[in-house]
């Protein structure tokens, strides 16, 4: 087993990577109460194309697969719901899905050998029958007609679907009626006996653990399994072009007030992990910066009525796509929609000083290492990074090495030609 000690932070994270090729790491936090298990499978909505494990040739999934996959995976063997069995020990669990990975959790504060092994146990055994796969069927369709009844989500997800062509990220993550129904017991099981092997998986588990004890639990647990032999997963790569699917789109629900997204596709996504982390850090610090509560042009927006406390900035990056989202509700919305146009269109002359940057910059970092007084945060971060090529506990030291040119430098992926604009309408 590996350690290593974290200065800024001041924390000793424990590795090992067990004989099966499932990576473990351990977190241990004297004096807290609670702890904290995830266990993720790199395998997300994005993940439909393929060459499943001992085949040669690719294949093609129904959309929604990853999110089918996560429902059923919490009915055990004996016909129980695993958050049921988590109840029983005094524990809570869950699990979700994102365009590149799936993630199992729980939180306790009593029992943590049980809740881990449970864990391990539920997630590594899939247990399907055809009758139970065509009544998640109505569950999920349900969770898809209630997202496209809500006018935030609707936007934000219509915002990223403009920009694709091609790319899955242009799919809602749970699919859509028509391709969940499409769904079969066999294409589960592909997927499951393909991306959920444990060299595909990382567990990580934090809390006032013993570190030698929680492995060899874990050590053993994992012993007494049997997987198939370790194989690299090869996914398609998609073939997206450079332009964007729509410019513009409205979108008509019963809504009290308009709501409005300005969306721009980033075609450059870096191969090293540390120089996409770098660009994301100095996105966000570009969008603190321009748009914090005290900044000009915000007030500016404020006084005007064109913004209120729903605008939002986000710069999203993944393996393989990158985009910006700009906006929220709106009462006048032809107004707000050329207000945010001429700022992309003038973003060459958005400036930044110093003092703000660095101001913002040290905000940043200190709130970046307060999170790692809370086990949920430091958890959900270090899986959000792992599968991106990032250690969590290294990011801090990179946001203290971010500079205000690179910072400035992010204005160059504002470009009009791919930008799109989606609109809520009453």
Known sequence: ??????????????????????????????????????????????????????????????????????????????????????????????AYTTNNQTSYLFSTTQKENECIELLLDFVQALDLTEESVEKEKGIIEQEIKMYDDDPSWRLYFGSIAALYVNHPNNTDIAGTVESV?????????????????????????????????????IRANQNQKQFAPRQEIVRKKVDEPDHIAVKYQEIKMDVNVEKLFLSIKVNDVPSDPIESLRRD?????????????SSDLYNSWLEKGLINSSFETNFTQSRDTAFIQMGGDCEDRKTFEKTLIE????????TIDEATFLRLKKRDIGNFILAFNSIEPIASNFSRYYYEGVNAFEVVDVMQEITLDEVLAVRKYFNEKLMAITIIKK
């Open 1 to 94: 087993m590996d350690k290593k000690y974290y200065h800024t932070l001041k924390e000793t994270l424990f590795h090992e990577q067990l004989d099966n090729g499932l990576n473990v790491y351990l977190l241990k936090k004297e004096g807290f109460i609670k702890t904290y298990g995830i266990f993720t499978a790199n395998f997300g909505s994005n993940d439909n194309e393929f060459i499943p494990r001992g085949q040669k040739d690719f294949i093609k999934v129904n959309d929604g697969i990853a999110h089918f996959l996560e429902h059923k995976m919490f009915y055990t063997k004996d016909g129980v719901d695993a958050n049921e069995l988590y109840a029983k020990l005094g524990a809570s669990s869950n």
């Open 181 to 217: 129904n499409r769904i079969t017991k066999a294409e589960l099981d592909l997927c499951y006996e393909t991306f959920y092997h444990p060299d595909n998986m990382m567990l990580f588990i934090v809390g006032n653990i013993d570190i030698e004890d929680t492995m060899a639990l």
């Open 281 to 293: 850090i100095a996105f966000n610090l570009f969008f603190d910066c321009v748009f914090a509560k």
């Open 343 to 350: 700022f992309v269109a003038n973003i060459d002359r958005v």
